[in-house]
């Protein structure tokens, strides 16, 4: 069962249109899994655009640019109601095609958010592949991680934020298990060794390369930015 | 629009929805969009959130230009979108507000990184289930009983059907437009006329 959910705020933040593609997409993948926060996100949308048209209607009482905003605009949006209706096309809306991705041999669906975004080549370091979804977001990586059973990443923190969202499998690290769309989102102040015993699928977003805090392992710190 | 002043500058977070926005009037105009291409209905809809996206966008552009662009792209995705809106599954409000936050984040990507990668609709679908069709055609339709009928059907058959019948496509583009061997369109569409006659049957006797 689903135990890690976004917290409310980047729930907003997404709802809002705040969040970069990387995490927006982090979050509609875990609410295709996840009834609760599916609602949640349908209820706060609801709300949000209650809000948003209504609005002006108070605002009118209260403030009064908004004659001037309309008078402004009224011969701009006369010609742009007419150029709009000018067009007879509709937009169909196409069936969402299914794509998978192999690792291991084995065969994933793919969320179909991704459908759209560009996956670089595979990559390997031991019992991990990763391949980079580009997205562009700078600093931001974003990737899907599989982990070969019996596999982990060593003890590491983050500079920054990690967001690992389970899209296949399961992994447990000093806090627990994770179970198959499980959002699990840490910050600097985390410091874990996570290792699937039975291997996963995991959608990673990380905004710095992790940080490996034990003996040998932090030989590895210059790959750190590899893994996420 | 039933409001009164007082309450409104007094107590505007505690009233309800429906006496701050007339929702089954813009359901009304969307749907008449949806049907009948109805440009008078759609110069309803644009006086109305028009000016609000306006004031919205200029809050996250602060080129005017692009401000008017999301005007202009919203209510243009509107006209032409109008028929994936679903009264049963939302608000007109909610499905307005999402083609506007759409085009505002993929405009948002563009300038910030040059990427016209237009990912905003597979992360909030503005149609639900893909399925395009919903209640669009339905005053080719005798009655709401047809259409609650073929809404019951398994929704490969629903597709089907629907696009046979209310898109007009010939079994052929469908074949194309679902993907589907051709064969395969046939017969759902063979199924469920054979569940469809049946069920009319009982209902209309």
């Keep these: 069962m689903i135990n890690h959910h976004p917290k409310f705020e980047l729930i907003q933040a997404f709802v809002n249109g705040d969040l970069p593609a990387s995490l927006s997409a982090g979050i509609a993948i875990h609410a295709d899994m996840c009834a609760v926060c599916q609602q949640k996100i349908a209820q706060f949308t609801e709300q949000v655009a209650e809000n948003s048209f209504e609005e002006e209607f108070l605002d009118r009482f209260i403030v009064d640019d908004n004659d001037a905003l309309e008078s402004i605009a009224a011969i701009n949006f006369d010609h742009m109601i007419d150029d709009i209706v000018q ?10 095609t299914e794509k998978s991705i192999e690792f291991n041999g084995v065969k994933y669906m793919l969320p179909s958010v991704l459908n759209n975004m560009v996956l670089s ?9 990763r391949t980079r979804i580009q997205l562009n977001e700078d600093e931001i990586h974003t990737s899907l991680l599989h982990i070969k059973p019996g596999g982990g990443v060593p003890e590491h923190t983050h500079k920054g934020f990690e967001l690992t969202v389970l899209l296949a499998g399961s992994f447990h690290d000093e806090s627990g298990e994770y179970v198959k769309g499980d959002f699990i989102m840490l910050d600097g102040s985390d410091q874990h060794h996570p290792v699937s015993t039975n291997g996963c699928l995991c959608y990673t977003v990380a905004n710095d390369a992790l940080h490996f805090t034990q003996g040998i392992n932090k030989l590895l710190n210059p790959i750190g930015s590899f893994i996420y | 629009m039933q409001t009164n002043l007082l309450s409104i500058a007094t107590n505007a977070k505690s009233i309800s929805m429906t006496d701050k926005i007339n929702h089954p009037q813009l ?5 008449s969009v949806a049907h009948t291409r109805d440009k008078q209905a759609f110069t309803h809809l644009f006086q109305f959130f028009a000016p609000k996206i306006l004031r919205i966008a200029r809050a996250k552009f602060p080129n005017e230009a692009q401000a008017n662009e999301v005007v202009q792209d919203t209510m243009s995705n509107v006209w032409r979108k109008a ?12 499905w307005v507000y999402t083609v506007m936050r759409n085009v505002t ?4 990507r563009k300038i910030q990184g040059n990427k016209e990668d237009n990912l905003s609709d597979d992360i909030w679908p503005v149609a639900e289930n893909m399925s395009s069709e919903g209640e669009t055609f339905d005053d080719h339709l005798e009655n709401e009983n047809l259409l609650s009928v ?11 059907v629907k696009g046979f019948y209310f898109r007009e496509m010939s079994q052929e583009q469908l074949a194309t437009h679902l993907r589907l061997p051709l064969g395969t369109v046939k017969s759902r569409l063979r199924l ?14």
């Design chain 1, 87 to 96: 067009s007879s096309d509709i937009d169909i809306a196409i069936p969402k």
């Design chain 1, 121 to 129: 080549k595979k990559a390997n370091i031991g019992k991990l592949t």
């Design chain 2, 27 to 31: 359901c009304q105009w969307l749907n």
């Design chain 2, 83 to 94: 028929h994936l809106f679903n009264q049963d599954k939302g608000a007109a409000t909610t």
């Design chain 2, 105 to 108: 984040f993929d405009m948002l």
């Design chain 2, 150 to 160: 073929i809404e019951a059907l398994p929704q490969a058959q629903q597709d089907v």
């Design chain 2, 192 to 205: 469920a006329l054979g569940k469809l006659k049946v069920q009319l049957g009982e209902k209309h006797d």
